[in-house]
DNA sequence: AATATGATGTAA
DNA sequence: TACATCATATTT
């Protein structure tokens, strides 16, 4: 494919909406691969490789839903294909996109992308992510549609199951047992990795 | 690995 | 008021 082919279609494609009405830690390490999508102010576009998700579910406790409905989480219970971006430690703002169905409370944290082109590192992680790509609570309950400024476009290839790692999520008190983040193991841009014993 | 930082939401 | 928080940066 010709270099200034790409970024073109990634306005044409994007991710239906039936892609997001499963459960998030199905929808999760599907998102590894796929690029988020930002039309920026100039029309110009920003773009990068997502590789690290985790999964959120209302029934456990890590997730924001898990014990109350409020203004503040209430697009965590909306539609699935938008996304919920919330504030962490007062500072930080993190982007989700929402899955399953309405009135339940799942989610994707997008945790970090790899931006061609650029440095790596410089999103990753929630916060760094955001920071990159101008997100904040204004994009909160915007529907991940090229229509919008951002959107999630998909894979040009299909991922070998040999690159993608299932671990324990981070930063949480409750629920460290359910192995719901995913990474892209040859991703330098992946916020933390667990060790992995070398092959005998 | 441990700690300082920071501000928002929620309960008391 | 008090408290916990889906982080990050800086230091041992």
Redesign the pocket.
Known sequence: MAEGQYPATLAEISLPGSFFARPAQAVAPELIGCRLVKRQPSGALLWGVIVET?A?CQSEP????H??R????ET?FGEPGRFYV???????H?V?VTTGRSNW?N?V?L?AVELPGEPYRVA??????ARRFGIDRSFDATPAHPDQQLWIAPRLEPLSSAELVQAS??????GQALPWRWYLRSSRSV?RRVKERPLP
């Open positions: 985790e959120y890590a997730c924001h839903g014990r109350r409020s203004p503040s989480n965590l919330y504030v962490s430690y007062g500072i930080h993190c989700n409370a989610g944290l945790r990753a992680g929630p916060g760094l992510l999520r981070i930063g949480i008190s409750q916020s």
